[in-house]
T-cell receptor, first 115, second 112 residues
Framework: KAGVTQTPRYLIKTRGQQVTLSCSPI?????VSWYQQTPGQGLQFLFE???????NKGNFPGRFSGRQFSNSRSEMNVSTLELGDSALYLC??????????????FGPGTRLLVL | KQEVTQIPAALSVPEGENLVLNCSFT??????LQWFRQDPGKGLTSLLL?????REQTSGRLNASLDKSSGRSTLYIAASQPGDSATYLC???????????FGSGTRLLVRP
């Protein structure tokens, strides 16, 4: 099976712009989670989607949003970019429809640089 | 609020040594705990997942233990190799959602 794929892998934007990142989960996986990784804050949970519904949300401003499509692919959007949004954005997928007993499989990430 | 701490932040050992990485958490009511490995600039690779009812899990040269009452987990790496060099992260789940709370990681260097 192919792993979790994320596109694009690298992105450079300027302050005030918006950006959309894409994540394709492992085939058959219905849960997709997003994380932000920065040197200062480490890995922080953004949100999780299951069957096109946001099931959980982290403590991030409303500029961060996401969605999931019927094929389980997910996108996250960041509007009005700030310098502090520069980070590695990681997506993870999992199969278990009944909850978090199984592991999550992470993609390689999208590295976003905001200038 | 759950806090996850990993000590030490960095570790350098010669090849062949057995080593222990530590993870502590403040709220013992966890759902499960997971250890990951991250290579520079890459995503995370799951190493071991321990459910709250389990005490340990083993995979090859890796053994992870969990002591919920004391809020601690350890990752034991036997006979370390240069290829083990990476950052090791522990993460806990507090419920059946997939929200993981991560520690800040231990950066491991295994010297040939």
């Amino acid at each position: 099976k192919a792993g979790v794929t994320q596109t694009p892998r690298y992105l450079i934007k300027t302050r005030g712009q918006q950006v959309t990142l894409s994540c394709s989960p492992i085939s058959g996986h219905r849960s997709v989670s997003w994380y932000q990784q920065t040197p200062g804050q480490g890995l922080q949970f953004l949100f999780e989607y299951f069957s096109e519904t946001q099931r959980n949300k982290g403590n991030f401003p409303g500029r961060f949003s996401g969605r999931q499509f019927s094929n389980s692919r997910s996108e996250m959007n960041v509007s009005t970019l700030e310098l502090g949004d520069s980070a590695l954005y990681l997506c993870a997928s999992s199969f278990d429809p009944r909850g978090g007993k199984e592991t999550q499989y992470f993609g390689p990430g999208t590295r976003l640089l905001v200038l | 609020k759950q806090e996850v701490t990993q000590i030490p932040a960095a570790l350098s050992v010669p090849e062949g040594e057995n080593l222990v990485l530590n993870c502590s958490f403040t709220d013992s009511a966890i759902y499960n705990l997971q250890w990951f490995r991250q290579d520079p600039g890459k995503g995370l690779t799951s190493l071991l997942l321990i459910q709250s009812s389990q005490r340990e899990q083993t995979s090859g040269r890796l053994n992870a233990s969990l002591d919920k009452s004391s809020g601690r987990s350890t990752l034991y790496i036997a006979a370390s190799q240069p290829g083990d060099s990476a950052t090791y992260l522990c993460a806990v789940r507090m419920d059946s959602s997939y929200k993981l709370i991560f520690g800040s990681g231990t950066r491991l260097l295994v010297r040939p």
